[in-house]
């Protein structure tokens, strides 16, 4: 009896090391699946200052600002941005904050997911101060549309998505969204646009894609958590 009571705990423990091994090998490929080497250029070419070249509101041209730092760095979930629009010289409050994850996904595209912010307007200027940010949490934050956007990297060193319209519902009322997406090293582009109830795809406010120009990377050695 003794022998087999031995031998039964030897099972258990081997059993328990094959447990422990899976969870360790589940826990790598999780982190692999959501996270790449794509997924972390394409962060850092999109976090800094940048400025617009061609915006223009209600006929007049104006120099839109986007600052865009990485938050939440130890998640394994993909690559978290948090995005800040505003008025160049303007002493106005943002226009539009976002967050941004970053998702990789098997067959070695980008996906591209966009979050509103709850009482967005406590975090303005988090770029320079990200300490503002400590208290935000995935939780709070709401899928700003219900469609994607799918990212590839080119073989001219450029990242462009299209809105995954696979992923927008038909009924829809035609929210404003991002129908193109393209970021290089020194500048992004992107294209407004929208779907209409019936999966058509509607010209946004833009006939041609807004382009900003990297003025600087973002160099801050803090981390937001």
């Known amino acids: 009896m003794l022998a087999l009571s031995m031998w039964l705990q030897g099972v258990i423990l081997i059993l328990r090391s094959i447990v422990a091994l899976m969870c360790l090998f589940s826990s790598l490929a999780y982190s692999a699946l959501f996270k790449s ?20 509101i209600q006929g007049r041209k104006v120099n839109i600002g986007l600052q865009i730092l990485p938050i939440w760095q130890d998640r394994i979930d993909g690559e978290w941005l948090y995005i800040e629009s505003n008025i160049v010289d303007s002493a106005n409050k943002p226009f539009r904050q976002r967050i941004l994850q970053l998702v990789a996904t098997p067959n070695g595209l980008i996906r591209l997911y966009s979050y509103t912010i709850p009482r967005a307007s406590d975090f303005a200027g988090a770029y320079y101060f990200p300490q503002v940010l400590a208290s935000l949490t995935q939780s709070q934050l709401s899928i700003s549309s219900n469609c994607e956007l799918l990212i590839e990297l080119k073989v001219t060193s450029t990242f462009v998505g299209e809105t995954d319209a696979g992923s927008c519902l038909t009924n829809s009322s035609g929210a404003l969204l991002t129908t193109f997406f393209a970021v290089s090293e020194v500048n992004i582009s992107f294209l407004d646009g929208g779907y209409d109830k019936f999966g058509n795809l509607l010209p946004g406010r833009l006939e041609e894609p807004v382009t900003f120009l990297k003025l600087e990377d973002y160099a801050s050695n803090e981390s937001n958590q």
């Open 37 to 56: 080497d794509n997924t972390a250029l394409l962060s850092q070419w999109l976090v800094g200052v940048h400025q617009s070249t061609n915006d223009v």
